[in-house]
């Protein structure tokens, strides 16, 4: 036995070997393959990036000196750059009021500037010496000059002295002659000045309206304009609040560029003016800036004519990238500060789009990570990074790799737990056959040897009395008779094996064949003292039944009730009418059976656990097989102790296929 289920767990080691190691070892190639494969390909990916961060900061750079040198090249630029290079304040303002143009045009434009002789001159740095007031009074026309000269001299001495109101009515005077408007200005200015150191705020307040609306184009000889420093007075006077439409109009006409100013002036009259408003909004851009530009800004040997130049300004963290060329006049270059907010948020997302489309692309300070800009802006770096998305569709085939390992594993694991099964249940039947043939062997020598004995004992016996010899025959009749069923038994089931049992259904009564059972039995039970009471009432109503089929059914239980009555010696049979059924049970007071085998009882070479019972787990089993082929049922019920009852029911059969008769071929 031992040797039979050795073999058969064969077929499970040869699949082990054959199938599960090697897609195991399959699998694990793969999952290395597909690292190796992801490695490369991340590999691959940094390359890329690489090449497109350069490709981007190309991009960038080339658009961003494309951009520059167009501006450097348009002639209103030219326009605006001798317009600011120019000595004339007015020709200044002029220009002053391009720039916003010009911005507006060229978005990559934050700043202008323009240099001459080594100097700058826009915008300005420091704010020229002051005027004497003599030049100014030297250009009044008729000599009035010398006039307002004494009447300024004397307001001063009054002034200086506490007569404020002798010096009002002189500067007064002085305003009045004076043809030049910055020189009435100046003498109103004055006038305000002295009244308010009288006292007379109010009047000094009205005096600095008149020169913040009248002499807007007027400059101190400090050269600021008269309009900021009229405003701030009134400011400080307390008069802002009275006066805030004319203070308003004159730090909106600041911010707009209106007067030429310098950085550090409109950061001063910003911070006196509207502390709301921040000083980097001066047109004319930070002071920090045209610090840095008067300090570092280093011109070429030389420039030729559409040259543009270009030089990174500045410390961080705020550097400038400026584009110059050569400027309207000799020795003069007109140049721009780089909008580099347009630059990060327009130039750079067009190349991004175009070049590393479904990335993320970011510039940053220049750093290990990022690829450096080339020629401009070499204090940015730029990086390319998978976007969402693609870093999403990178981990696909890692899952789809992984589900089908795992499917291909389970599929394995079904094969084993399969294959397992079918070897164990192997192995029962063929321990179930090596049964058979024990228990079948058994069950024919027992009857044999009786016989062989029997038929001795009257041959020895001479004179043996007639009924001793009628017994010990009758005997061996019985023995024979039990021969012959199991050896009908073993052919039924290798009929049935070999799917050739077939059933001969016609209609009638179950009394018949129940009774040629009972009747043939009980000469056996007879020998073997067991006595089977039958009841059978009258008027069973009729089934489809094979009789013969039906006599050995009934002749199995009863051979069982023998076989396991154990003590006692007795068996009931019994037949009646259960609804649409006709039922024939076969009940004894044996050893019974025990739950847990009652649901086997009726498999082939099922048998009981106590092996000295002899048999060969056949008969239940063709009982069953013979109640299906009649349409009915067999089932046990039992108690180990108690006995068994086992019933056989067949279906009450419909009236008018009476006369039917049909064959079933039971496979
Ligand atoms: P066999 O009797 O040849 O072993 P059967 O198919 O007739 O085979 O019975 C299967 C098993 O069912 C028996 O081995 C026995 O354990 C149990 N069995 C059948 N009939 C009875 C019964 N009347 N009382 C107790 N056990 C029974």
Known sequence: MTGSS??????????????????LIVLTFG??????????????????????????????????????????????????????SSPDPAAVDAGRALVPEIRSRYPVVRDVFVIADNRVRYPRVTPPLPHPLEDWLGEEPD????????????????????????????????AALAK??????????????AKARSGDSSGAIDVLEVIATGYTDTYTLNERPQAVVAVMEIARLGGAHRKSDIVAAVVSALLEGRWSVTPEQCAHFMETLARDVRAERCAIGTPAFVQVLATAFRLPVSLEAHEVGTMVLGPAPNPQQVFYAAGPFPGTVAGITANLDWVRLHVLPTAAARIAPER??????????????????????????????????????????????????????????????????ETRLNRLRADLVGGVSHDLKTPLSVIRVYAETVEKTDGMPAPDRRWFASGIVQETERLRRVIDDVIDFSRIQQGERSYRLSPGSLVAPVRAATDRFKAYADLHNFAVET???????????????????????????????????????????????????????????????????????????????????????????????????????????????????????????ENAETIVDRG
Do not use: C
């Not at 073999?7 to 070997?17: H, N």
């Not at 490369?40 to 960038?60: G, K, S, Y």
């Not at 007795?570 to 024939?584: P, S």
């Open 360 to 425: 993320e692309v970011r510039v940053g300070p220049a750093s290990s990570e990022r690829t450096p800009f080339q020629g401009v802006i070499p204090f940015w770096g730029v990086s390319v990074t998978a976007g969402r998305a693609q870093a999403e569709r990178r981990y696909l085939p890692v899952l789809a790799y992984a589900l089908g390992a795992g499917m291909v594993v389970t599929v394995l694991m079904l094969g084993v737990v399969l294959l397992a099964r079918d070897v164990a249940r």
């Open 31 to 84: 999952l290395v393959a597909s690292r190796r494969q992801d490695e490369a390909a991340a590999a691959l990916r940094l390359t890329t990036a690489r090449l497109q961060e350069e490709r981007i900061a190309d991009d960038v750079v080339s658009g961003l000196k494309a951009s520059a040198a167009e501006v450097l090249a348009d002639p209103s630029f030219r326009n605006l750059a001798s317009l600011l």
């Open 535 to 657: 009841v059978i009432p009258a008027g069973l109503p009729a089934v489809r039944r094979d009789p013969a089929a039906v006599e050995q059914a009934v002749l199995n239980l009863l051979d069982n009730a023998l076989k396991y009555s154990g003590e006692s010696k007795r068996a009931t049979l019994r037949l009646y009418a259960d609804g649409q059924m006709v039922a024939v049970v076969v009940e004894d007071e044996g050893i019974g059976i025990s739950n847990a085998e009652q649901v086997r009882v009726f498999d082939r070479f099922q048998r009981g656990t106590d092996p000295a019972q002899g048999g060969y787990g056949l008969g239940l089993y063709l009982v069953r097989h013979i109640m299906q082929a009649h349409g009915g049922t067999v089932d046990v019920q039992s108690a180990p102790g108690v006995g068994s009852a086992f019933r056989l029911r067949f279906p009450v059969m419909a009236v008018d296929h």
């Open 6 to 23: 050795g073999g058969s767990r064969r077929p499970l080691v040869i699949y082990l070997i054959a199938v599960v190691g090697p897609t």
């Open 180 to 193: 030049s408007r910055k020189v009435q200005a100046l003498a109103l200015a004055a006038v305000a000045r």
């Open 143 to 174: 000599g009035r000059g010398i006039r307002l000269s004494a009447l300024f001299a004397r307001a001063q001495a009054a002034e200086s002295a506490g007569r404020f109101d002798s010096s009002v009515r002189d500067y007064q005077r002085a």
